[in-house]
């Protein structure tokens, strides 16, 4: 039995950030057991040790505090491993990170002043030090973000006029973007299933009903010319035949429309060509597709190519009414570490700052920006539109991944090597710089195998 294409909601060099708290969870609560216990394993002449100044066994009771701390939280972290989406259990990461941090500081502070004498300098910064770590990964578990490249194509066309870009936003005014872009979201969603409903029936209208009304006129013709007329009777039933061809041809677009958009790159091609036929027919243009070198479809980003083949339909959409193009060039490759789609017309253009912009644009943006990608038009009154889209890739094999952990674990053993030979425990940011390294080569190996294994089920 062959095992199924590597297929996740991350990208190969991705964290999980469920698995990083559950360590968590299992060391915090293992180490809090032992401190708690700490009494447990004293001798007995050992009790003058545990006093402090004024309070019998004051120490034990602050190793048991310290340890009952430590177990609380364990099951904190296991907590939020449990929460199911994964940006918002990256964000909770984030903030248990901040945590440690802010603890870890003012913890610092206090032994500096107060216990250096008793606690050892290795526990002092331990807190500050796991914060660090943890911050690095909340920051980095998804794939490393990249700035949107804008598609090649889109250079070297002056006479379409200036180039309007669009990216995703990062931040407004210091104020958390999330919530914003999910009102945004939702708004435009439910926006674009009434234009979609719209859409719809303008197609119906426009392609389907038109054909049904031929093959109606042109059977009557015929039942008129049956028995006086005979070649003029058979040109109309020959006539109702081709308009029956091109009704089916344009129900088969529209249903592809209304279902599911492939996953994978060669049913985003399939559907393109259909896209095109469809615009081939209803308007007369020649409709070109070229498609170049595409990457497998774990390198997109999730919902890539739905993205993709929508906004394209709405470009093919808007061209079949309003540009009255004579030749259409729709671009579909690979450029560089990008995905690059790109829908360009001979037809009327408009100016883009005259405010003719609609749904349709707003719909394309709002589409390409959910995938992290950039959306470019260009165009110019009587000089054509170019729409531009293009959204980030991974292009790397198993055997760059493999490379990288190799090095790190090369940078692990160095670091492992240089603590058993000195003292460097003692030295927070040799640590912390270790356990980034340990993190970096395991999440290099973990996207190796995925990769890997990818690959080896493709092939």
């Not at 919530?179 to 979201?185: E, K, V």
């Not at 394309?364 to 539109?385: E, I, Q």
């Amino acid at each position: 039995m062959s095992r199924a294409p590597f297929s996740v909601d991350v990208h190969p060099d991705a964290i999980d950030t469920r698995l990083v708290l559950r360590i968590y969870a299992w060391m915090t609560i293992a180490v809090g057991l032992i401190v708690f216990n700490w009494l447990d394993w004293q001798l007995p002449d050992w009790h003058t040790v545990r006093d402090l100044p004024g309070i019998p066994w004051g120490r034990d009771g602050l190793y048991r505090t310290v340890g009952a701390a430590l177990i609380a939280l364990g099951f904190i972290a296991v907590g939020l491993s449990r929460i199911e989406h994964p940006v918002s259990r990256g964000r909770a990461l984030h903030w248990f990170a901040v945590a440690h941090l802010t603890f870890g500081a003012m913890f610092f502070i206090e032994w500096y002043a107060i216990f250096d004498t008793m606690i050892p300098r290795v526990v002092a910064w331990t807190p500050l030090t796991v914060g660090v770590v943890l911050l690095f990964i909340s920051a980095t578990f998804a794939r490393a973000p990249r700035l949107p490249r804008m598609p090649r194509h889109q250079f070297g066309e002056q006479r379409l006029g200036p180039m309007l870009v669009d990216r995703p936003l990062v931040a407004v005014s210091g104020r958390s973007m999330n919530a914003l872009r999910s009102q945004y979201d939702e708004h435009i969603r439910q926006a674009a299933r009434i234009e979609e409903r719209t859409r719809l029936a303008r197609d119906l209208h426009d392609a389907v009903k038109q054909q049904l009304f031929a093959i109606q006129t042109s059977s009557a013709t015929a039942e008129a010319r049956l028995d006086s007329d005979a070649a003029g009777a058979r040109s109309a039933i020959e006539q109702v035949r081709a308009s029956a061809r091109d009704a089916m041809t344009e129900m088969k677009a529209l249903i592809e429309q209304l279902q599911t958009s492939p996953v994978e790159n060669t049913g985003l091609v399939a559907a393109l060509q259909q896209q095109c036929e469809a615009l081939e027919l209803r308007t007369g243009a020649h409709v070109e597709l070229q498609t170049g070198v595409l990457p497998w479809s774990g390198a997109l980003p999730p919902g890539c190519q739905q993205a993709l083949f929508r906004a394209a339909q709405e470009a093919l959409s808007n061209i079949a009414r309003h540009a009255r193009a004579t030749h259409v060039t729709v671009r579909l490759a690979l450029a560089g570490d990008t995905l690059d789609l790109t829908v360009e017309d001979n037809g009327a253009g408009f100016d883009p700052m005259a405010g003719r912009a609609g749904m349709g644009i707003d719909n394309m943006k709002a589409r390409v920006c959910d995938v992290s990608g950039t959306f470019v038009l260009r165009t110019a009154p009587g000089k054509g539109t170019l729409v531009g889209f293009s959204v980030p890739c991974d292009v790397r094999t198993s055997r760059d991944y493999a490379w990288k952990a190799l090095s790190w674990a090369a940078v692990l053993i160095v670091m492992a090597l240089s603590f058993t030979l000195g003292s460097h425990w003692e030295r927070p940011w040799e640590a912390i710089f270790a356990l980034i390294a340990a993190v970096t080569t395991a999440r290099y190996a973990a996207a190796w195998r995925r990769v890997r294994t990818h690959t080896e089920a493709a092939a």
